[in-house]
C-alpha cells in the first residue's frame, strides 16, 4: 500500500512562490503520480502530473506558474508554484498510480477527469493566498 504526506502548504500573498512536497512511503520511479487541489463544495481538480518517464502535463490554469518534478532517490514529489494567485486557494493532495502506468499525454487529456485513475492519496494540505 502507498502512503503519501504531504508538506510546505501555508498562507501567502499573491504573487509569492511556494513548494509543495509529497513524500511516498514506496519507490516513486513506477508511479504515475499528481497533485490534484480542491475548493470546499467544488470538484477536486487536477492540477498537474508526472509519469514514470519524468514527462509532465499540467491544467491551462496553472500552466507556465506550476512546474512539478519527482526524485525517485528521496521517494518525493514536488509542486513549485510561482506567481500565485487568490484563486489558487485550495487544499492540494498529492496522488499516486500503481496500476494504469498513465502517460502523461494520457493525463494531459483527462485531466479534468484524472482523479478515478489514482488508488492513493495524500491527506492533503492547505494553501491559502491573499
Known amino acids: 500500500h502507498v502512503q503519501l504526506v504531504e508538506s510546505g502548504g501555508g498562507s501567502v500573498q499573491a504573487g509569492v512562490s511556494l513548494r509543495l512536497s509529497c513524500t511516498s512511503s514506496?519507490?516513486?520511479?513506477?508511479?504515475?503520480m499528481a497533485w490534484f487541489r480542491q475548493v470546499p463544495g467544488k470538484k477536486r481538480e487536477g492540477v498537474s502530473a508526472?509519469?514514470?518517464?519524468?514527462?509532465?502535463a499540467y491544467a491551462d490554469s496553472v500552466k507556465d506558474r506550476f512546474t512539478i518534478s519527482k526524485d525517485n532517490a528521496k521517494n518525493t514529489l514536488y509542486l513549485q508554484m510561482t506567481t500565485l494567485k487568490p484563486e489558487d486557494t485550495a487544499t492540494y493532495y498529492c496522488?499516486?498510480?500503481?496500476?494504469?502506468?498513465?502517460?502523461?499525454?494520457?493525463?494531459?487529456?483527462?485531466?479534468?477527469?484524472?482523479?478515478?485513475?489514482?488508488?492513493?492519496w495524500g491527506h492533503g494540505t492547505q494553501v491559502t493566498v491573499s
Open positions: 496522488a499516486a498510480d500503481d496500476t494504469y502506468d498513465l502517460t502523461h499525454e494520457y493525463m494531459s487529456a483527462v485531466m479534468s477527469d484524472m482523479e478515478r485513475y489514482f488508488a492513493h
Open positions: 508526472i509519469d514514470s518517464e519524468g514527462e509532465t
Open positions: 514506496v519507490n516513486t520511479q513506477r508511479l504515475s
